[in-house]
């Protein structure tokens, strides 16, 4: 876990750096199924545009108190969990203004989950908890201050259970640097 970390705090240096030198480069939080949520890097071209959106965080009790009597037959309890996440996206551009731009996004995120499991008071292992989602549909960035902009998208998504979930929504806010 802590090598995963050393890397998404790599990745989230390296993406800082290219913000400072392109004027249609942003850096902001996102939330979403197919995007993923966390701290995400979004940069425009001509023509299109990509985002990068990672995110790395533990929840929990690391050492919880159970008696014999939270446990019935087969029946386990889950008390640590520890997450890292990144999401890949291409973004379609369909028509850019000033002040918004209309836009289907596609691609995917990945969860690598570890939960640490409780069987009995004293019995538990770590197991895995990985899930993936890929979607497209349709996105819409507008500007709320200058440098600051709002968007919102509604892919139509399919996860690691084999559901077609249509239409959650997706919510980033962004900084752009120019």
């Known amino acids: 876990m802590k090598r995963i970390l050393l890397i998404l705090i790599?990745?989230?240096s390296f993406s800082g750096l290219l913000a400072f030198e392109n004027y249609n480069t942003s850096m902001g939080f996102h939330f979403g199924s197919s995007t993923g949520s966390g701290y995400s890097v979004r940069h425009w071209t001509k023509?299109?545009?990509y985002q990068i959106t990672i995110a790395?965080?533990?929840y929990g009790s690391r050492n919880p108190e159970y008696d014999d009597n939270d446990f019935y037959d087969g029946d386990y309890k889950n008390a640590r969990k520890q997450t890292g996440t990144l999401g890949l996206n291409y973004l379609w551009n369909l028509q850019k203004t000033k002040d918004y731009h209309f836009y289907i996004i596609s691609g995917g995120s990945y969860s690598l989950q570890k939960v640490k499991r409780y069987y009995t008071?004293?019995?538990h292992k770590w197991v895995n908890d990985n899930k993936w989602t890929v979607g497209a549909g349709p996105g819409f960035e507008m500007m709320l201050a200058e440098r600051f902009?709002?968007?919102?998208e509604l892919p139509i998504t399919y996860n690691h259970k084999?559901?077609?979930v249509m239409y959650i929504p997706a919510v980033g806010v962004y900084y752009y640097f120019r």
């Open 56 to 58: 790395a965080y533990a």
């Open 162 to 164: 084999d559901d077609i």
């Open 121 to 123: 008071p004293d019995d």
């Open 10 to 12: 790599a990745v989230v």
């Open 149 to 152: 902009h709002v968007s919102v």
């Open 47 to 49: 023509s299109n545009g």
